[in-house]
């Protein structure tokens, strides 16, 4: 992608925290209402496990209502960094950080943070698929009941915005009560997408959502990423560069535990800067 | 290792294996099989119409025209056996001191069987004890009993290497040419119309009380004390162990002193119940006092400590192999730990936690040990649900000791004994099989 000067200077968005480097805003025509914003900040931030840096100091600033992708080979860090975000690895005993990661001007692991609350405006999709193993209909409630939603009839109209939002409800509606154990596996992926979406989250955390999909699934899914783009700030971890340059307006290059790129998806795809990048996206290595 | 031989290998191994579940699986038979026979025949035997007289007499149960009728007609019978008696007994008034004599300890001995059979005989006191105030009530009694009238029991001491063999002599010997001859052959022929035996199902066996330490009766006193002690301790140990369960493998750090509480747990799995028994007694009765003595509390309480660490490890597992993205899931949507617990690891673990618990349940039912200082009593009363926490119980696994080794009768009731012992392994399976039924109930559910 070529970008003249000009466009370059007005689309420019300061990096906040002396971030290394500069992040671009995308042309006029593909930028969402309202976003741009640094929605999550991270400087100078690094993750542990014991003694294993596997996330080394990074700075970046991820754009809100934005889709950037997580790319990299295995072991990069990549999952790691994005269920940094809502404090999941708080999970791993011997997980921690060090630097700051800053959410909508919150420290996430600041002292006094609420992982409890901050989950709530962050919501996360795994590779597995792994409903609840409840009703459809309960699976989805399951959050709005936890954040004290009783009402039976506020509960069925979440329910069902939920679900059309996750373009599920026309093949479910009919079976609400059923066994969420019993729908297909892609089914099942965006009735975990409709479950993180009745919470009414700020940020979608996907975590190689499609690599335990068929194909066709996988359409379906980064249809609904298309769908929800410019509403949430989403961010996706994918192993899948075809899809990552389908989806996403950013993307993050990670190796071995450095962020070594990031950019707008098509400068990353088209122009890499860096040598590591072009070699991993042109197949050299994966 | 070339083909031919490690298919020789497998092969051998196949059959070692399969030999082995065989000889397990008839090793299980030649102990279940008597078991159920004997059991069986607590509840479905000939009883005699002294079984009838019990039951109408102590319970009220049975139809009392054809009872009397049945009484009248055996009575005709062994009037003429008390007829011989009376003649007998002339006979000796009229004989030499020396041959009276010899003759009164045979014909007391005569008595003695012929009052076991048929109750006490004319012209006796009505006797205090209950056993004394009835005849045999079981067919197979009674035909042992004329067995021993019929002959004396000899002993051959010829060979001094070998054990003395017993041998039969006809008691009608012993009374020759007497008044009494005629009463061997006639009792003989005439048992079953002085007995009128009849198929019995003795349904009572199960819902009575007992009378006169087993004798008679049936066995619920100790069907219930079983029940009171092993869901007491469920009451205790349940709760005790889930909790525990949840504090080690959701909230107890990797630290030295979490290692010692697993491994004092695991430990706490195998020490010897005897051990148990004689800590329940020493801490529950004499240290904190439950109960003044003995008590339901107090062997429920004791089995609650013998049972709670299998409890907290079959729960612990349970809740192990609950996935980990039900709880990655439930925490990204902003639930709290305990929400996490409570809402979808416990549901999701139950179907493990309901089999350990009901496992324990089997066991606690089942130990002997712990409750014998603790709550058992071999003879008691049924008691009711206000006195659990003073009274002791009699209960199934210690009166089955009891009766095959202490009581004095313990050659004559044999059939109570086996009754017991099916009673109680029909519980336990009952409990395991419900469990079986339970956990595939809840799995189908969770898995839709």
Request: charged share 20%; aromatic share 10%; with cysteine.
């Amino acid at each position: 992608m070529q970008m003249t000067a000009e466009e370059k200077d007005t689309n420019k968005v300061a990096a906040p925290g002396g971030a290394s480097r500069e992040i671009f805003l995308p042309p006029e025509r593909e930028r969402v209402k309202d976003g741009g914003r640094p929605h999550v900040s991270a400087k100078n931030f690094s993750i542990f496990y014991g003694d294993f840096e596997a996330v080394k100091k990074v700075n970046a600033d991820i754009l809100s209502k934005y889709v950037t992708a997580i790319i990299g080979p295995s072991g990069c860090g990549k999952s790691t960094f994005l269920r940094a975000i809502n404090r999941m690895n708080d999970l791993i005993p011997s997980c921690y950080t060090t630097g700051t990661l800053m959410f909508d001007g919150e420290d996430v692991y600041g002292r006094y943070t609420d992982e409890v609350q901050l989950r709530k405006k962050i919501g996360m999709v795994l590779q597995k698929p792994n409903p609840f193993p409840k009703s459809i209909f309960d699976n989805i409630a399951y959050g709005p009941r936890l954040h004290g939603v009783k009402d039976k009839k506020m509960l069925e109209e979440v329910v069902e915005k939920s679900l059309r939002k996750a373009a599920l409800w026309d093949e479910v509606k009919d079976r609400l009560d059923r066994n969420a154990l019993g729908l297909s596996g892609g089914q099942q992926q965006r009735l975990c997408v409709a479950r993180t979406l009745a919470v009414e989250p700020e940020i979608l955390l996907l975590d190689e959502p499609t690599s335990a999909l068929d194909p066709k699934a996988t359409a379906k899914i980064e249809d609904l990423i298309e769908e929800l783009r410019g509403s949430y700030t989403i961010l996706i971890v994918t192993h899948n560069m075809q899809q990552a340059s389908r989806v996403s307006d950013y993307t993050m290059f990670y190796y071995e535990g450095d962020l070594v790129e990031y950019a707008p998806t098509k400068q990353l795809f088209t122009n890499p800067r860096d040598q590591v990048t072009e070699d991993y996206i042109t197949g050299r290595f994966s | 290792m070339d083909l031919g031989t490690r298919k020789i290998l497998d092969r051998s191994f196949t059959a070692v294996g399969v030999t082995s579940i065989l000889l397990m699986a008839t090793a299980l038979l030649v102990v279940i099989v008597p078991i159920f026979t004997g059991g069986i025949g607590a509840i479905f035997f000939k009883g005699t119409i002294e079984h009838r007289k019990l039951q109408y007499n102590e319970f009220g149960k049975g139809d009392l025209d054809v009872l009397q009728r049945q009484i009248v007609e055996t009575d005709s019978y062994r009037e003429k056996v008390f007829r011989m008696l009376e003649a007998f007994e002339v006979e000796m008034e009229l004989m030499e001191p020396d041959e009276r004599s010899a003759y009164s300890p045979k014909y007391k001995k005569v008595r003695d069987l012929l009052s076991h059979l048929f109750g006490p005989l004319p012209g006796e006191m009505e006797p205090i004890l209950l056993r004394y105030q009835y005849g045999v009530t079981r067919w197979d009694e009674a035909e042992e009993s004329l067995h021993k009238l019929m002959f004396v029991t000899k002993w051959d001491y010829s060979n001094p290497d070998e054990m003395a063999k017993p041998y039969f002599v006809p008691r009608s010997e012993e009374f020759e040419g007497t008044a009494l001859a005629g009463l061997f052959p006639y009792m003989e022929s005439n048992l079953e119309n002085m007995l009128l035996p009849e198929q019995t199902f003795y349904w009572g066996f199960i819902t009575e009380r007992s009378l006169d330490a087993h004798i008679f009766g049936g066995i619920w006193a100790e069907i219930q004390g079983t029940f009171f002690l092993a869901v007491g301790a469920m009451l205790f140990a349940f709760p005790l162990g889930v909790i525990a369960a949840i504090y080690f493998t959701e909230y107890a750090k990797d630290n030295f002193f979490t290692s010692i509480l697993r491994s004092a747990n695991s430990t706490l799995a195998g020490v010897p119940s005897i051990v148990f028994g004689l800590f329940g007694l020493a801490f529950f009765i004499n240290t904190v006092k439950v109960s003044e003595s003995k008590s339901v509390l107090a062997g429920s309480l004791t089995l609650a400590i013998m049972i709670l660490p299998t409890i907290i490890r079959a729960a612990e597992e349970a809740i192990l192999a609950v996935p980990k993205t039900y709880k990655e899931a439930s925490l990204g949507l902003g639930s709290t730990k305990w929400r996490t617990i409570m809402t979808v690891i416990l549901p999701a673990a139950l179907p493990g936690i309901i089999t350990g618990g009901i496992i324990s349940l089997g066991r606690a039912a089942g130990e002997t040990a712990p409750i014998i200082f603790t709550a058992a009593v071999s003879v008691g009363a049924t008691i009711g649900l206000a006195d659990v926490f003073s009274s002791p119980t009699p209960a199934l696994s210690w009166n089955i000791y009891n009766l095959a080794s202490e009581h004095e009768a313990a050659n004559e009731i044999r059939h109570v004994q086996y009754g017991m012992v099916l009673a109680l392994i029909s519980i336990v399976l009952l409990l395991n099989l419900s469990a079986i039924l339970l956990r595939a109930r809840i799995s189908k559910k969770l898995k839709g």
